[in-house]
């Protein structure tokens, strides 16, 4: 796949399959997630976030296992129970313990392809990039542990200012933050300056 055709690609599996993925459990996790809080409906039951909450904890190895358990069997209880948006929970929670991506399908006729795709080009870059010590001053750390810790992804453009400001010349970096989106929480960018990626 060239830059030019992942630019424009709008099949996520096919994005899927050019990165190897697999490699990446704790990504391909937070994918999921991000895919679910696209499609699940605001007025889900606080059930909802709260499965997602712990399924990003477990990605991150905040939340152990017994955690991610406890929060599957409450959402197998719901449906159970018949409420409607658990279905992709229950796929969402078993594929953040394999690390699986059966979600990105599960979800799919509610968010679409194209919005999946810019997920991932969120949370995957589409080449390798690192990043030089010198860029993580303490405003560019604050500014993306306040995009991570608070979903809120206005200061992204400033993130890319305080990184060029310290000396940040890579045009990956720098274009991703003054793009259009999508931006969520689990952004490349930002795993990169807090040290996730």
Known sequence: M???????CRSPWRMLDYHRMKKH??????????CARRAIPTDAPPLTGDALDV????????ATRSELLTARKAVRAAVRDKLPVARALTNLTDDAMEGMTV??????GRSGG???????????????VTVDPVWLTSTGVALARQVYDTRDFSP????????????????DILAHCRGPG????????????????
């Not at 459990?25 to 991000?34: G, K, S």
């Not at 194209?114 to 390798?128: E, K, N, S, V, Y």
């Not at 890319?160 to 045009?171: E, K, M, R, T």
């Not at 929480?185 to 990626?197: A, P, Q, T």
Request: aromatic content about 6%.
């Open 55 to 62: 399924v990003e904890r477990y990605a991150d190895g905040t």
């Open 25 to 34: 459990p704790r990504r391909l996790r937070l994918l999921a997630v991000a």
């Open 114 to 128: 194209a919005a999946q795709c810019g997920l991932i080009r969120c949370i995957f870059p589409f080449r390798h």
């Open 182 to 197: 999508p931006h969520v929480r689990e952004c490349w960018v930002v795993d990169l300056v807090l040290g996730k990626g």
């Open 103 to 108: 979600t990105i399908d599960t979800v799919r």
């Open 2 to 8: 060239t830059e030019k055709e992942w630019a424009t």
């Open 156 to 171: 992204i453009p400033i993130l890319a200012d305080a990184l060029q400001d310290a000396g940040c010349d890579n045009a």
